[in-house]
């Protein structure tokens, strides 16, 4: 049974870079039809998607976080990780990674896009002096 | 980006009842949207992906339907165990996905 398990920090200072990581384990990430993800979700609040990577290294971010969000990928350790730079108390979260069952486009490309399934079980990080 | 908007954000309920969310999105998606249930403190589950499709292992007392702009959740015979925050999430979009704000399913 595939698991996701993020780790990280739980306390970074303002201005400072956000760093986590997901390892994958019960499956290999290199698998052609998932793309992999980070969701966050402020607390009391509801879901933000932040960007997805394939195993190719190919990824994809929510344009309003661009400038800061930077996805990378690992699969000799089946590891993906998150890297959000200039980090701010707005920033502070619950950081959940998921793997992205990868819908089909024409001809049967694989897009970035899809349903979740499974997620890590979330790690809180928060954002304070 | 495409916005998806539930209704209500808040539904109480009781043991038993037959509920409804609906989910709305701001442009067609067509039949591309997943729903979840989070309980608190834990990390959302999947229960239908294409819209009806039922996930594995979730009890087919849940059900999706619509397509477009207009989406439903339904769970009949509500459990104990069903009173959670239920998201939908469009992926309609070929590189990125948005949520719902969340409906809070609460015992009345």
């Known amino acids: 049974q595939l698991q996701l398990q993020e780790s990280g920090p739980g306390l970074v200072k303002p201005s400072e870079t956000l760093s986590l990581t997901c390892t994958v384990s019960g499956g290999s990430i290199n698998r052609n039809s998932y793309y992999w993800g980070w969701i966050r979700q402020p607390p009391g609040k509801g879901l933000e998607w932040l960007g997805n990577?394939?195993?190719?290294?190919?990824?994809y971010y929510k344009s309003s976080l661009e400038s800061r969000v930077t996805i990378s990928i690992d699969t000799s350790n089946n590891q993906f990780s998150l890297r959000l730079t200039s980090v701010t108390a707005a920033d502070t979260a619950v950081y959940f990674c998921?793997?992205?069952?990868?819908?089909?486009?024409?001809?049967?490309?694989?897009?970035?896009?899809?349903?979740?399934?499974?997620w890590g079980q979330g790690t809180l990080v928060t954002v304070s002096s | 980006d495409v916005q998806m908007t539930q209704s209500p954000s808040t539904l109480s309920a009781s043991v038993g009842d037959t509920v409804t969310i609906t989910c709305r999105a701001s442009q067609s998606v067509n039949s591309w949207l997943a729903w979840y249930q989070q309980k608190a403190g834990k990390a959302p589950q999947l229960l239908i992906y294409?819209?009806?499709s039922l996930q594995s292992g979730v009890p087919s007392r849940f059900s999706g339907s619509g397509s477009g702009t207009e989406f439903t959740l339904t769970i009949r015979s509500l459990q104990p165990d069903d009173f959670a925050t239920y998201y939908c999430?469009?992926?309609?979009?070929?590189?990125?996905?948005?949520f719902g704000q969340g409906t809070k399913l609460e015992i009345k």
């Open positions: 998921a793997r992205v069952i990868a819908r089909r486009g024409i001809r049967g490309v694989i897009l970035a896009s899809g349903w979740l399934d499974p």
């Open positions: 990577i394939y195993h190719s290294g190919t990824t």
């Open positions: 999430q469009q992926y309609n979009s070929y590189s990125s996905y948005s």
């Open positions: 294409d819209a009806s």
